[in-house]
């Protein structure tokens, strides 16, 4: 496709792997003025039961001391257990060894939006999707 920005005719492209880490190394160039500290680190911790991995969270840390949340399952047959409780407890426990002083995750309106809230996260963002059916939230919590 060719659009026409300014006096300048530019072609939209396809990107290859090569391509997309040279946009993201130039983006980490750009951010890095703005970030004063890096902090690098990740925390992938699980519970087991007879050798069964039966729940367990995957973070890592981004920018500004922040550790995104990207994954948190328990299984169903051990829910409301306090498990995911104890898993969250361990990683922000972790977390704060490790320099971090913020962490953030998101989920989904069937997922843990009551969970998180228990545990003192606060929503920092969310939107609801009617057309599909679902709503998505974003959690924070300062660690102290």
């Not at 550790?67 to 257990?81: D, G, I």
């Not at 997922?111 to 929503?123: H, S």
Request: net charge negative; aromatic share 12%; hydrophobic share 40%.
């Amino acid at each position: 496709m060719i659009t026409q920005t300014g006096c300048d005719i530019v072609n939209i492209i396809e990107l290859n792997e090569q391509q997309v880490e040279q946009i993201e190394e130039k983006l980490t160039a750009f951010d890095d003025r703005f970030i004063p500290q890096k902090l690098e680190g990740s925390i992938q911790i699980g519970i087991e039961e007879n050798g069964q991995i039966v729940a367990g969270l995957d973070a890592c840390i981004t920018t500004f001391k922040i550790l995104y949340v990207s994954t948190m399952f328990v299984e169903e047959a051990y829910r409301r257990r306090g498990l995911g409780k104890r898993l969250m407890e361990e990683l922000e426990k972790r977390a704060m060894a490790m320099g971090v002083n913020t962490i953030r995750l998101d989920t989904f309106s069937w997922q843990g939006k009551e969970f998180y809230e228990a545990l003192g996260y606060q929503v920092a963002g969310s939107y609801e999707n009617t057309l599909d059916g679902y709503a998505e939230y974003f959690f924070v919590k300062r660690l102290k």
